[in-house]
């Protein structure tokens, strides 16, 4: 049998036989509330076995599958669509009085007043809150496990992470539609309930052990009450036990709630789970069906329609265009999906390169367009995939994948957000054109010229013509957000430089991309720039290596990075590829085979707490690190190494 008991409560009952006998008409609507009280919140969910995620479930699956289930049988039809909206706001550290202890015994000074000061709250409990403090619930015992046990725990200061008030709203398919809240924020602890039908409604209030039918254009009002349970859960768990034995003693089934049910139940609470995290509605059958096995694969030829339409529902609707290198069917062997019946359900992408620093050149995958279905999300699918498109990096010998975003995705897959950068404003009243320099938009028929510049920098991307003409057509497509430029400067009608540029539709800023020639004719045309595209602003991030910084200085600006995440794949076969830039700085080396990354440099050891730190030695930003190790003067002139702003035409 399962152990829905609220199923077999006399109230509850009571309401589906007054459904069943159609008093109240077509059922419409029903408001139902769990109040789950202000003590029990504290006890159960903040202090108690349910308060984490990871170590239970969420709130809504550990508290409320009960009443997910009610609202289940008594609407008598499959759940449609359920949106959920909550959080965790009231036990937390931030809510928390003022130097108050982690613990309640180690001299709170709020204890005289605090509603949730524990030997207040636990000498006095009922047996059934005693007893996960202490087997021994005498004062003594108690007293002694409240001082270092969970229970004894300052309601604000501990690892709880459920929320404290939740709403959910289901449709149903057959229209009826669920308001559902669960609360900390009461005194008592029931549960209330009101049915609207059409030809009438009922109202609950479980605690009290009182319904009332309400039919519309007749009176009096039938009011039932009912003798207060002796068993929990309103008398629940006395009706299942009566109906277990009976079907031992005579075999009659009676059980009130299928397997299917309860699954049902469970899913539903999944599911608003999923829309609380994700701020969306989730339509609850394609959610039921996203849980079917998915395939991961890289992609399939007829799949690429798919993935490109799913590119483009996450993101724009000129993903391909933007995007031609990493999202052409060319580099299909590079895509990496979870598909579910015929259709792209999520996507990991990369495109190869190689970055020229000095006279080193490191292979890199650019990852980009990683995307996946709001009802598949928060299930480790890009992850996967991730793992999949690093174990195709390796197989190219690409040592370095960069990614175009930051959070916990990149971060749990080993990735860093990292970069030297400096970032100069210049603004439009405080700049003066240079009338010695003219700027011209790029044509076709400035491509030679354009590659002659591009040619001689010393750090960039290598481009094939190919691979340069499509990324300057790619990255100039009216986008949706902005429009992208690529500008030419001038002196004395010659090309001696080229500005690429991100003009944002409704901001009044100007973001820097690329640059390529002569730093002073860039620095001299940036104000011509600004006024030539109309704006207020322009922003300028730099490579701190970059020449280009010596003409800035005079310009506010601030220390950032590459707004991108960062993963050595092969740190071996990077550092080798480092070598002839390494050269002339020292002898460098690394160690992986020690309890902590190292970097030997010309015999000194640098001891890295993890690849995180790695990381942002060799990329940057990393003066906090250089002092924690004592180490700036050895490695300041070696780390970081000069890169490329990531966030230019190569952008994937």
Known sequence: MIGHVLRYTPFFAQIKQWLDDDKIGR????????????????HSYVRGNWRNKAQSSPMILAKSCHDLDLMLWLVNSKAKKVASFGELSHFKT??????????????CHEAATCLYYAPKVYLNAPIWM???????????????????????????????????????????????????????????????????????????????????????????VETKTFIPAESGHGGGDLGIMQDFVKLIDSDALLEKASFADSVDSHLLAFAAELSRNTAQVVDFTQYVESLKNLSYHQLQSDEHDSAIRLCQTIFNENMLEEFPLLLGISNQERMFVASLAQSVRSMVNYYPSTIKIDKSHILVGSIGSVCTEPVFRNRNIATKLLIMAEAKMTQEKISLAI?????????????????????????LDNTTPDNEYELHT????????????????????????DEFKALIKGQTYPGTIA??????????KEIIAYIFVKKPYNSEELLIREVGGNREAICKA???????????????????????????????????????????????????????????LGKISLFLDKAHPTVSVNG?????????ELHKLVFGPNKELLDKLGMTSLLKDIFPIPFVWTNNLNYQ
């Not at 076709?444 to 010229?449: G, H, P, R």
């Not at 429009?483 to 004395?492: F, G, R, S």
């Not at 010596?550 to 590829?577: C, M």
């Open 27 to 42: 059922l419409m609507s029903i408001q139902h509330n769990e109040n789950v009280a202000y003590w029990h919140q504290a």
């Open 94 to 107: 931030s809510e928390s009085p003022k130097n108050t202890p982690k613990y309640c015994l180690d001299g």
């Open 130 to 220: 005693k007893l996960p403090v202490s087997n021994d619930m005498s004062d003594e015992s108690l007293l002694k496990a409240l001082k270092q046990g969970p229970y004894g725990r300052c309601v604000y200061h501990c690892d709880n992470d459920v929320v404290d008030h939740q709403v959910t709203i289901v449709e149903f398919e057959n229209d009826v539609t669920v308001a559902f809240t669960m609360t900390a924020f009461t005194k008592e602890n029931t549960r209330t309930i009101k049915l609207m039908g059409t030809k009438g409604e009922i109202r609950g209030h479980l605690e009290k052990n009182e319904l009332e039918l309400i039919r519309f254009g007749e009176s009096p």
């Open 403 to 427: 990614i175009s975003g930051e959070g916990h995705l990149y971060k749990h897959f080993g990735a860093t957000r990292v970069g030297n950068v400096i970032g100069y404003r210049l603004d």
């Open 442 to 465: 790029y044509e076709d028929k400035n491509f030679e010229t354009l590659k002659k510049i591009y040619k001689q920098e010393e750090i960039k991307y290598l481009r094939s013509d």
């Open 483 to 492: 429009l992208c430029h690529l500008e030419l400067v001038q002196k004395n």
């Open 526 to 584: 940036l104000p011509a720039l600004i006024r030539k595209h109309k704006r207020s602003y322009c922003l300028v991030p730099l490579d701190c290596h970059d020449p280009l910084n010596q003409f800035l200085k005079g310009f506010p600006s601030q220390e950032t990075d590459q707004h991108a995440s960062f993963k050595v794949i092969d740190w071996f076969g990077f550092f080798a590829d480092l070598a002839p830039y390494f050269k002339p």
């Open 604 to 612: 000194s050891l640098c001891e890295l707490a993890d690849f995180h």
